[in-house]
């Protein structure tokens, strides 16, 4: 797991706010303008929120989004309905719980 970007989604939670993917990436010497790049930082995220899941807790990942939708990309909601967290078809509601989830969960910790 990629320790830097795991403790700053964990200080964003605390916080109750959001982070970007543009934020993370160059923790990882990622570029969020290159395919594969993007496809890496997906892998680094669904590791987290795996690692949190395993834990009981909720997709630490939710406090990643991209900067103009403020909405995590479509791997979070691939990997949700993986996980069996996601099922129907409405992002925003599901996507709303789960970040407040996790806001709620590290408020305290």
């Known amino acids: 797991m990629h320790e830097q970007i795991y403790e700053k989604l964990k200080e ?7 982070t970007y ?3 993370i990436a160059p923790m990882a010497e990622l570029d969020m303008g290159l395919p594969n790049d993007r ?7 669904d590791d987290i929120n795996r690692y949190e899941r395993e834990l009981g807790r909720p997709m630490l990942s939710a406090v990643v989004v991209h900067k103009d939708t403020l909405m995590p990309g479509q791997g979070f909601f691939t990997l949700a309905r ?4 996601f099922v129907g078809d409405d992002k925003d509601r599901f996507y709303i719980k789960e970040l407040r989830k996790v806001h ?3 408020a305290s910790r």
């Open 12 to 18: 964003a939670a605390r916080a109750g706010t959001v």
């Open 21 to 23: 993917y543009s934020d």
């Open 39 to 45: 496809y890496e930082i997906g892998v680094i995220l």
């Open 82 to 85: 993986a996980l069996g967290l």
């Open 104 to 106: 709620d969960y590290w």
